[in-house]
């Protein structure tokens, strides 16, 4: 049985698909006018590890996710401006070609973390058409009306408006949405945005209520729909999107058809860093890239964030995300110490501990239970080598940190160890220090005999130097390890 916390109900309920063995799930994509930082991809890890977890339990999964590339604006009142039509301001492009850029380099990001490929990707772009005929629909059945700047959706019409919503999300929304003159509630929304009369807009189209472009709503309830049908089973994003995105998808869709839009509700929780909150408008975002220049493996992110539960808030800083790289260069060695173990039968313990994962990861995504318990298994002296490999690449399913694509050179580890990442941002840990410059190397040996002599002034003189050639210096406790700084390909 599989059990999943359902913002619906604000309780853990059991997993019922509407088709057996199948799961529909739908998941809010990105908004493409800048790079995704990574407390944008820790909802996308979340999102991945269901979908793992329920193939793990034999559904096929069908999966959902758009893009979007327009009417996100800038105020959850809908009187900002569109983020993309900002952002290609802001950058002299075409809105077009900011959307394709950022779109690429976001399924790069995905790629780099492991994250599975949606079933189908829809951009809302490409779906005006259907938009503007569930807005027709909103209007024939009397849920619509017109002010000056667009066509919005009266959500004092619905009886159970805001039913995603808890005591946190009613006090939210006063922080969130302002009172605008003309709208007849606060929380009603833009369905159809007119184009500003004093300003040419790249992306607009005709409609039934004049030249605009559509609210940001509006289209993820039609690409869940003409893809899953009503109702579907799961629809994910970020917990912020409970008091007003999913809030007014599922407006729209039962006004529209009468139906429960999907049964269950899942929202991953926030990456925090010191001054509260990840995001772009404050000014306190790390991005893959950040990360890939840092010597750090994308993977080593989706570590930290399997090790916290997705509905437990989550800490950013440098000392985590080292620490989880540290964790998993472990695990990856541990692999492949393991990897080469002549086979031997699998026993009762080793069916217990498939037993064991299965139930956490069944329970609403345990899965910081599920890596705690794979440490055990690699203490447990009771187990053979082999077992222990096998339930590894087993539970890497869910997991997806590549397991089997490592290969650490661990053959008779000298003096240097040298610690980066390749192009796919799989960590290497090898001796083979053919690949450091010469300069690097007699530097670096200076710098162990500067160290040997006590003369430590030396020492950090040559750790900057070495620094700024590119190259990091660390001092375990019988080794020197180095590690490329990797400057993004350009
Ligand atoms: P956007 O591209 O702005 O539409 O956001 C994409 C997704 O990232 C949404 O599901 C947001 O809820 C989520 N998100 C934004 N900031 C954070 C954060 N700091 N931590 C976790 N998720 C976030
Ligand atoms: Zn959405």
Not at 112 to 139: G, S
Not at 194 to 223: A, D, I, L, Y
Not at 332 to 353: D, G, M, N, Q, W
Request: hydrophobic share 35%.
């Amino acid at each position: 049985m599989i059990k999943f916390y359902n913002t619906l109900t604000k309780k853990k309920e059991e997993f019922k698909s509407i088709e057996p063995q199948k799961a529909g799930i739908y998941t809010c994509g990105p908004t493409v006018y800048w790079f995704a930082h990574v407390g944008n991809l820790r909802t996308y890890i979340f999102e991945d590890i269901l979908k793992r977890v329920l193939s793990y339990n034999g559904y096929s999964v069908k999966h959902i996710m758009n893009i979007t590339d327009v009417g996100h604006l800038t105020s959850d009142s809908d009187s900002g401006e569109d983020k993309l039509e900002k952002g290609a301001r802001q950058e002299k492009k075409s809105v077009w070609d900011i959307a394709n850029f950022y779109t690429e380099c976001f399924l790069k990001d995905l790629k780099l973390l492991n994250i599975l490929d949606p079933t189908v990707l829809v951009k809302a772009t490409d779906t005006i058409k259907e938009q503007i005929e569930l807005i027709e629909l909103l209007e024939k059945k009397g849920f619509t009306y017109t002010i000056s700047d667009g066509v919005y959706f009266d959500t004092s019409k619905l009886e159970k408006y805001g039913k995603l919503w808890g005591e946190k999300e009613k006090t939210e929304l006063r922080g969130r949405i302002e009172e605008v003159a003309e709208k007849k509630n606060p929380t009603d929304f833009a369905l159809w945005k007119f184009s500003p009369k004093n300003e040419q807009r790249q992306m607009e189209w005709n409609s039934p209520w004049g030249v605009g472009f559509p609210g940001w709503h509006t289209e993820c309830v039609v690409m869940s729909i003409e893809n899953l049908g009503i109702p579907f089973d799961i629809h994910c994003g970020g917990i912020d999107h409970v008091s007003i995105h999913h809030t007014n998808e599922i407006a729209q869709a039962e006004a529209a058809y009468e139906k429960i839009m999907s049964n269950y509700w899942m929202h991953g929780e926030f990456l925090n860093v010191k001054e509260g909150k990840m995001s772009k408008s404050l000014g306190n975002i790390t991005t893959i890239s950040d990360l890939k220049n840092k010597g750090i493996s994308p993977l080593a992110y989706r570590y930290q964030c399997l090790n916290t539960h997705y509905r437990q808030k989550m800490n950013f800083s440098d000392e985590s995300i080292e620490f989880s790289q540290n964790t998993l260069e472990k695990l990856y060695e541990r692999a492949s110490e393991l990897k080469i173990a002549p086979k031997t039968p699998l026993t009762k313990a080793s069916e217990e501990y498939e037993k064991q994962f299965l139930d956490f990861i069944n329970d609403d995504l345990n899965i910081p239970s599920a890596l705690a318990l794979t440490w055990d298994i690699l203490k447990d002296k009771e187990l053979s080598d082999y077992e222990k490999y096998s339930l590894l690449i087993e539970f890497d399913k869910v997991f997806g940190l590549r397991i089997t694509d490592i290969d650490f050179n661990k053959k008779d580890l000298g003096e240097y160890i040298l610690k980066t990442i390749n192009e796919e941002g799989l960590p290497i840990l090898t001796n083979n220090i053919d690949i450091v410059p010469e300069e690097i190397i007699a530097m670096i040996k200076e710098r162990v005999n500067a160290r040997n002599d006590k003369q430590w002034g030396l020492a950090d003189e040559l750790r900057e130097r070495i620094k700024q050639k590119g190259w990091l210096v660390e001092d375990s406790e019988n080794q020197t390890i180095i590690k490329q700084i990797k400057k993004e390909d350009a």
